[in-house]
Nanobody
Framework: QVQLVESGGGLVQAGGSLRLSCAASARTIIYYRMGWFRQAPGKEREFVAA????????AYADSVKGRFTISSDNAKNTVHLQMNSLKTEDTAVYYC?????????????WGQGTQVTVSS
């Protein structure tokens, strides 16, 4: 079974930065598209960012464009999310996602989630 191991969540003040990382445990599985979703209390899980393996094409939710940057290390089957200029509304559990669908609405595999809390 593939495990997606996340790291980098935590507590930060508004305007600050955090970097999330996710590593897939199984090197034999090549994911075409990896990325991140998030879920805030009382809300549904939503897409944040994704990157495709072959050409490095990226996609972002409108709410994070210009503030978040996704990158990947294909050799290590890892993906990172650099989050700058964080806002209180970015507070959520962030989930690493692998094998994201073309419509950016779901994924084949999920991480356990890492909490990101942005204080005012």
């Amino acid at each position: 079974q593939v495990q997606l191991v996340e790291s980098g969540g935590g507590l930060v003040q508004a305007g600050g930065s955090l970097r999330l990382s996710c590593a897939a445990s199984a090197r034999t599985i090549i994911y075409y598209r990896m990325g991140w979703f998030r879920q805030a209390p009382g809300k549904e899980r939503e897409f944040v960012a994704a990157i495709t393996r072959d050409d490095g094409l990226t996609a972002y939710a409108d709410s994070v464009k210009g503030r978040f940057t996704i990158s990947s290390d294909n050799a290590k089957n890892t993906v990172h999310l650099q989050m700058n200029s964080l806002k209180t509304e970015d507070t959520a559990v962030y989930y690493c996602a692998a094998g994201i669908s073309g419509g950016l609405t779901g994924a084949r595999d999920w991480g356990q989630g890492t909490q990101v809390t942005v204080s005012s």
